[in-house]
């Protein structure tokens, strides 16, 4: 790397700015869930307990690579293997045995606490969609002092999140966007809390939550987008907390889902809290509910048979009114659970959404489970079964995946829309294969030279059949936390994003972090106590076949201040590495390597974007790609189809402790003496060449 010395490590941010997410994004995001009591206190294995199970099962099921199936809608899917790799072989392969040309050569941008998105030498980096931009073609400018419910529902929402491209030929495209959560304190003027904010206020919040989907055009020939502002934009299309739905799989109908306005249990209003995604190969979004535990009250009046589900969602069955409630119930009952205790269960799901149908009606897959999901991330099986990856983004929750009943038909889309609605939920086991004595909690590699193991997908439910003792197949998918506890699945540091290589067929989970853990809970799988930094979990199903049962893992990258020796970059000299903390969402490019977005940096400086190849000699050699304004965190992210640009969803810009509108820490995208908007933001080379270069 240009203008570093060969041992000398990228610097580490010393300065009062301490990292981390700040007090307002705890309240707001997830309703303080972290100062809550642990939801799992099942007793299944927890990462740092495979050790118990420790076996000497060596170097099987490595992976190897794969070609790459690109669908025509951008999602990357694995090509099946024509029988097992070699072992050996595809271990050269990870740990730098092929001579891999795709690695990314810029200069890494270093840590900082700057109130604007930086990027490398020779790239720049500028907003396309900001908060409150019309998306709706009648939709009137965005005026901070002067919102409404009728306008926010026309425009772009708050808190952007997961981001994924539908190319509309060369030259323009769609855009879907999550709007994860709302910061009434940033967005209202002297905003106290729900109890006294004004009604409108409180309808502002609900249609300023949900997705967007906007059109955007090239700059010329360069790999900037820029938002379409004129003409019909036939596709541009606002999804909210208030649009009507619908529930399809085993458990539509359910009692557990009907309500006094749905008493057939299968339309749902609105989606809440949605965090990543992932795209189906028929072109659809699939937006995942997370947090939706916090918007609720009264769970305290719930009948007494419900309250243990209710308590395993991190819903409070003895405190009516939890501090800091937006209290959505003042202008929609529902959100009371004293008076309709079944509410709560409608929201959890994976929702699909047609963005090129803007009449279209959102559907709730129930039979991908119901939990605070990160995303779902779809790839293809040998046979073409559909299988959608998924992480439950809480301390101690699990990883899960379906695999549908029937093949994917290309082009056959009315066949293919069904196959979300049938098919096996399996949720994660995981073990370690070094002895206990190896893993001392120090960071230090086991005597193999890695961290790495073997594990199992155990089925949940198939259909309407349970494979969960005590539980109908109704009730797995709509308490499967409970159903996940039942069955030993391994308890995780925050699964949150789960993608799958297009190029080598890994499949890659972001665990943000966890900690909570002691060092009695210390394992190869989870190498450290307090695990602060988190990382990045890499598994290698059995043939390269998404789906298999049975699958090997290891453990790429663990995350912190590269002189730390409790980090790993994949055997990578750690003096020429960024330092990279509590990793969120992932995604590749055409080459194989890995992007990174982090979400509550805990080293002092602002989270950022970052690269890592994962296999040749260039295997572990993290860079800093950007870094994203003061209180923000970086998600996203998109690399687009032609490599020439980068998508990241600059979420909650400004939030930090004590942040209001009349006393701002943040003035980005717009400067002076703007307020902050969650914005999304391309970058891209001034010389067009691809990112990474």
Same mark, same amino acid.
């Given at each position: 790397?240009?203008?570093?010395?060969?041992?000398?490590?990228?610097?580490?941010?010393?300065?009062?700015?301490?990292?981390?997410?700040?007090?307002?994004?705890?309240?707001?995001?997830?309703?303080?869930?972290?100062?809550?009591?642990?939801?799992?206190?099942?007793?299944?294995?927890?990462?740092?307990?495979?050790?118990?199970?420790?076996?000497?099962?060596?170097?099987?099921?490595?992976?190897?690579?794969?070609? /790459?199936?690109?669908?025509?809608?951008? &999602? #990357?899917? %694995? !090509?099946?293997?024509?029988?097992?790799?070699?072992? @050996?072989? *595809?271990?050269?392969?990870?740990?730098?045995?092929?001579?891999?040309?795709?690695?990314?050569?810029?200069?890494?941008?270093?840590?900082?606490?700057?109130?604007?998105?930086?990027?490398?030498?020779?790239?720049?980096?500028?907003?396309?969609?900001?908060?409150?931009?019309?998306?709706?073609?009648?939709?009137?400018?965005?005026?901070?002092?002067?919102?409404?419910?009728?306008?926010?529902?026309?425009?772009?929402?708050?808190?952007?999140?997961?981001?994924?491209?539908?190319?509309?030929?060369?030259?323009?495209?769609?855009?879907?966007?999550?709007?994860?959560?709302?910061?009434?304190?940033?967005?209202?003027?002297?905003?106290?809390?729900?109890?006294? /904010?004004?009604?409108?206020?409180?309808? &502002? #919040?609900? %249609? !300023?939550?949900?997705?967007?989907?906007?059109?955007? @055009?090239? *700059?010329?020939?360069?790999?900037?987008?820029?938002?379409?502002?004129?003409?019909?934009?036939?596709?541009?299309?606002?999804?909210?907390?208030?649009?009507?739905?619908?529930?399809?799989?085993?458990?539509?109908?359910?009692?557990?889902?009907?309500?006094?306005?749905?008493?057939?249990?299968?339309?749902?209003?609105?989606?809440?809290?949605?965090?990543?995604?992932?795209?189906?190969?028929?072109?659809?979004?699939?937006?995942?509910?997370?947090?939706?535990?916090?918007?609720?009250?009264?769970?305290?009046?719930?009948?007494?048979?419900?309250?243990?589900?209710?308590?395993?969602?991190?819903?409070?069955?003895?405190?009516?009114?939890?501090?800091?409630?937006?209290?959505?119930?003042?202008?929609?009952?529902?959100?009371?659970?004293?008076?309709?205790?079944?509410?709560?269960?409608?929201?959890?799901?994976?929702?699909?959404?047609?963005?090129?149908?803007?009449?279209?009606?959102?559907?709730?897959?129930?039979?991908?489970?119901?939990?605070?999901?990160?995303?779902?991330?779809?790839?293809?099986?040998?046979?073409?079964?559909?299988?959608?990856?998924?992480?439950?983004?809480?301390?101690?929750?699990?990883?899960?995946?379906?695999?549908?009943?029937?093949?994917?038909?290309?082009?056959?889309?009315?066949?293919?829309?069904?196959?979300?609605?049938?098919?096996?939920?399996?949720?994660?086991?995981?073990?370690?294969?070094?002895?206990?004595?190896?893993?001392?909690?120090?960071?230090?590699?086991?005597?193999?030279?890695?961290?790495?193991?073997?594990?199992?997908?155990?089925?949940?439910?198939?259909?309407?059949?349970?494979?969960?003792?005590?539980?109908?197949?109704?009730?797995?998918?709509?308490?499967?936390?409970?159903?996940?506890?039942?069955?030993?699945?391994?308890?995780?540091?925050?699964?949150?994003?789960?993608?799958?290589?297009?190029?080598?067929?890994?499949?890659?989970?972001?665990?943000?972090?966890?900690?909570?853990?002691?060092?009695?809970?210390?394992?190869?799988?989870?190498?450290?106590?307090?695990?602060?930094?988190?990382?990045?979990?890499?598994?290698?199903?059995?043939?390269?076949?998404?789906?298999?049962?049975?699958?090997?893992?290891?453990?790429?990258?663990?995350?912190?201040?590269?002189?730390?020796?409790?980090?790993?970059?994949?055997?990578?000299?750690?003096?020429?590495?960024?330092?990279?903390?509590?990793?969120?969402?992932?995604?590749?490019?055409?080459?194989?390597?890995?992007?990174?977005?982090?979400?509550?940096?805990?080293?002092?400086?602002?989270?950022?974007?970052?690269?890592?190849?994962?296999?040749?000699?260039?295997?572990?050699?993290?860079?800093?790609?950007?870094?994203?304004?003061?209180?923000?965190?970086?998600?996203?992210?998109?690399?687009?189809?032609?490599?020439?640009?980068?998508?990241?969803?600059?979420?909650?810009?400004?939030?930090?402790?004590?942040?209001?509108?009349?006393?701002?820490?943040?003035?980005?995208?717009?400067?002076?003496?703007?307020?902050?908007?969650?914005?999304?933001?391309?970058?891209?080379?001034?010389?067009?060449?691809?990112?990474?270069?």
């Amino acid at each position: 790397m240009a203008n570093l010395s060969p041992r000398r490590p990228l610097p580490l941010l010393m300065s009062p700015h301490k990292g981390g997410r700040s007090a307002l994004t705890c309240q707001f995001r997830c309703g303080n869930q972290c100062a809550h009591d642990v939801l799992n206190t099942s007793d299944n294995a927890y990462f740092g307990d495979v050790v118990a199970e420790a076996m000497s099962r060596r170097g099987v099921l490595r992976a190897g690579a794969l070609g /790459a199936l690109a669908a025509g809608v951008g &999602i #990357a899917t %694995a !090509a099946p293997a024509a029988a097992d790799p070699d072992p @050996e072989a *595809a271990q050269a392969a990870l740990s730098g045995g092929d001579r891999h040309g795709g690695a990314p050569r810029f200069t890494a941008v270093p840590p900082n606490t700057d109130d604007k998105v930086t990027v490398p030498e020779g790239y720049e980096a500028a907003p396309v969609v900001r908060w409150g931009d019309p998306v709706l073609p009648d939709a009137p400018a965005f005026d901070f002092e002067n919102q409404t419910a009728a306008a926010q529902a026309a425009q772009f929402g708050y808190n952007c999140d997961f981001v994924t491209f539908f190319p509309l030929g060369q030259q323009r495209g769609l855009l879907w966007v999550n709007h994860e959560y709302t910061d009434e304190n940033l967005m209202f003027r002297g905003y106290k809390g729900g109890d006294t /904010a004004t009604e409108e206020q409180i309808k &502002i #919040a609900l %249609a !300023a939550h949900g997705g967007s989907v906007v059109e955007v @055009e090239r *700059a010329g020939r360069s790999g900037r987008w820029t938002l379409v502002t004129r003409g019909r934009r036939r596709y541009n299309r606002r999804v909210t907390a208030q649009t009507p739905m619908a529930f399809s799989g085993p458990a539509a109908g359910s009692d557990l889902l009907r309500t006094a306005a749905d008493p057939a249990g299968t339309r749902p209003i609105g989606m809440l809290n949605n965090c990543a995604g992932g795209t189906t190969p028929w072109g659809t979004v699939l937006s995942g509910e997370e947090n939706f535990n916090q918007y609720f009250v009264n769970g305290n009046g719930v009948p007494e048979t419900q309250k243990p589900s209710l308590t395993r969602y991190g819903v409070s069955a003895t405190v009516g009114i939890p501090s800091g409630n937006r209290r959505f119930d003042r202008v929609e009952e529902r959100f009371d659970l004293a008076k309709h205790p079944n509410e709560v269960n409608r929201f959890g799901w994976i929702v699909e959404i047609d963005p090129f149908d803007p009449d279209s009606t959102p559907v709730k897959r129930t039979a991908l489970g119901r939990l605070a999901h990160e995303g779902a991330t779809t790839s293809l099986a040998r046979d073409g079964r559909v299988v959608a990856y998924m992480g439950d983004d809480s301390r101690f929750e699990y990883v899960y995946k379906f695999v549908s009943k029937k093949r994917y038909i290309p082009g056959f889309d009315r066949h293919n829309r069904t196959l979300l609605d049938e098919g096996t939920l399996y949720v994660a086991r995981f073990t370690g294969d070094s002895p206990a004595a190896e893993i001392d909690g120090t960071g230090k590699l086991p005597a193999d030279g890695r961290f790495d193991g073997s594990g199992e997908w155990i089925p949940l439910v198939t259909g309407d059949v349970s494979h969960v003792p005590g539980m109908s197949a109704q009730e797995v998918l709509v308490y499967t936390r409970l159903a996940a506890d039942k069955v030993g699945a391994t308890k995780m540091d925050r699964p949150e994003d789960v993608e799958r290589n297009p190029v080598t067929g890994g499949v890659y989970v972001a665990l943000t972090n966890n900690s909570n853990r002691t060092p009695a809970q210390v394992d190869e799988a989870n190498p450290r106590p307090s695990n602060k930094h988190g990382h990045i979990l890499e598994i290698t199903e059995r043939r390269d076949d998404a789906g298999a049962t049975t699958f090997a893992w290891s453990l790429p990258l663990v995350c912190g201040d590269p002189g730390d020796p409790s980090t790993y970059f994949g055997g990578f000299d750690k003096t020429k590495v960024s330092p990279i903390s509590c990793p969120d969402n992932v995604t590749f490019d055409a080459d194989g390597n890995l992007w990174i977005s982090t979400d509550g940096n805990q080293l002092g400086a602002n989270d950022g974007l970052f690269v890592m190849p994962v296999r040749g000699s260039e295997r572990g050699h993290l860079r800093q790609f950007l870094s994203v304004p003061v209180g923000a965190e970086t998600c996203g992210p998109l690399v687009s189809p032609d490599q020439r640009s980068v998508f990241v969803a600059v979420q909650h810009p400004g939030e930090t402790n004590g942040a209001t509108p009349e006393a701002p820490t943040s003035h980005w995208p717009d400067g002076g003496t703007s307020q902050p908007r969650p914005s999304v933001v391309v970058a891209w080379h001034r010389q067009g060449k691809k990112i990474g270069s």
